[in-house]
């Protein structure tokens, strides 16, 4: 009867960590530490009722590995990428050159640190990159909970650079990590491990890279083709078949190498899984909101799971050991004000980036999960080889950066002045139309429209409208029921979205030069029953068409064809009304 007392462990922990989550708020302090800090004080209490400690590092790396693969899925999903492409290009380079820059100088840093402690023996420069490898990558979980939980809106689209920087730079980390642990493992003589060659390391970075993006794109492209396609005979069809494609997106290329007995031909899971989210998240699909709600959820199941079980993974009284807390310590300093202003600046500079935008990007390089993660790999492929206990001071590192950095990146963000004006994160309409029941439609208001004069107050409009928004040449405004509608205003309504997409199917109509429509008004047109001109995209805009509206050469008609059963339910052609 094990398992009942582990999914009672499991619910208790949820729902701890739920009311936890509400004290941080008042107490503005990063959530995820205080489930670390219930791990640890479930490590604590098992001691004290005679248990041995929780040293499964092989069960933590596989349950955080899946816990880290959903929270950089939806990092993906949810990264608008028409904010952040114009800092694609920056991100990126972070990302790959920049993780790697900071983790050679604090590879540098830890080798002569070593050296000067009397606890540093064995300590190589192997296993001090390898100590920078692991701790190299910004963490997606932190950075996206600070960002947004704090709703920090920062100056020249730094949040979009933030979170597009810690989704994506997590796979260049893991691959230096790998290759590290792959030299000390012939150098320890760990499982029989043969050494690689220089031509095999580069063959092995660019087989990660390569097949990684290559998979993430193509599972992207193939689920978005899927959900636009197909329909599934299941309420969350479309959810589940989601969760399915994020899966296999990270495991596909990531086992390669097992499947085809090829040593170095593997892909980079994390890499492929961030890009399939991407364009997933960005593609026009059936049941997003859905998706949004439900990753939303499981995404803050997993961020707790993670953190309170490396909570649970570490040892209270190792973590203040000083061959433990002196190299944390170190190498939180030598990071956070040496190393990482130092990518960033030199990165970032070419650019014409402002020097508190380099700043607030250096200082909020937070470690998180994904270094434990690789800290535990680490130690489980080493076993007892390495000179020094990895796990330890890569925890006490990522609790003091999320500690220090996260309670402080908002403080820092006002007085280097990179705060936004609403001080909250901004979203456009079309993120909530995605996400939830309402759709915002424009309506313009001509000479003899039957609003223009009047009040809001005195305009007629179906139930479950409602005018949020106006725009008057280059005036907005926000409307109250006394504002006045003018001849020319441009009004956004919000209103009930329409949900019941399995029932229709859209086809498009080119208007070529020998097309027997051209000329003809839409109500002379002969459609098919149960079809309608539902929009006509004419010179790169949109036409919404009426009766009277003629069609012209070079006119793409967006037709709506009814299933055979709203056909049936809809007797006469309502287009030429």
Known sequence: MDYVYILMLVGAVIALCLIVNRVTDRLKLPSLLLFIGIGMLFGVLLRVAGRENFTDYHLGYVVCSVCLVIVIFYGGFGTNFREAKPVAGRALLLSFAGTALTAGLVGVGVYYLFRLLPFGEGIGWIESFLVGSVVASTDAASVFNILRVRRLNLKYRTSSLLEMESGSNDPMSYMLTVVFVALLSVRYGVNGAQAMSAGEIIGLLASQVGFGALFGAAFGIAGAFVLRRFSFNMGQGGTIFVVAVALLAYSLPASLGNMTSLRYLEGNGYLSVYICGILLGNARISQK???????????????????????????????????????????????????????????????????????????????GVASIVFAIYAVSALGDSLPYDLFSIVF??????????????????????????????????????????????????????????????????????????????????????????????????????????????????????????????????????????????????????????????????????????EENASPKDVQGA
């Not at 170190?330 to 500079?349: D, E, H, K, N, Y």
């Not at 004006?421 to 208001?445: A, H, M, P």
């Not at 949109?542 to 064809?561: A, F, N, Q, S």
């Open 396 to 565: 006490c590192v990522v609790i003091i950066s999320v500690a220090v950095q996260g309670t402080l990146l908002p403080f820092f963000s006002k007085k280097m002045r990179m705060l936004g004006d609403t001080g909250d994160v901004l979203r456009t309409f079309n993120d909530y139309q995605d996400e939830t029941d309402v759709s915002f439609v424009k309506v313009v208001v001509g000479d003899n429209h039957p609003w223009a004069g009047k009040p809001l107050r005195e305009c007629v409009m179906p139930h479950g409208f409602l005018i949020v928004l106006i725009r008057r040449g280059d005036e907005t405004v926000v409307p109250g029921g006394g504002t006045v509608v003018h001849a020319g205003d441009v009004l956004v309504t919000a209103a009930p979205a329409f949900e019941n997409h399995e029932n229709f199917g859209l086809f498009e109509e080119f208007v070529g030069k020998s097309h027997l429509w051209i000329g003809k008004r839409v109500w002379e047109l002969k459609l098919p029953q149960g079809t309608l001109i539902a929009m006509i995209k004419r010179k790169g805009g949109t036409v919404i068409p009426y009766g009277g509206t003629k069609i012209r050469e070079g006119d793409v008609l967006v037709c709506i064809k009814l299933s055979p059963r």
């Open 289 to 367: 909101r859905d998706c949004v709600r439900f990753f939303d959820a499981l995404t803050g199941v997993a961020q707790m799971m993670i953190f309170f079980l490396l909570g649970l993974l570490s040892t209270p009284e190792w973590l203040v050991r000083p061959e433990v807390l002196i190299p944390a310590l170190f190498i939180f300093l030598f990071m956070t004000l040496i190393a990482r202003p130092v990518a960033v600046g030199s990165l970032l500079a070419p650019f014409g980036a402002k020097m508190n935008q380099i700043g607030i990007v250096s200082w909020a390089g937070l470690r």
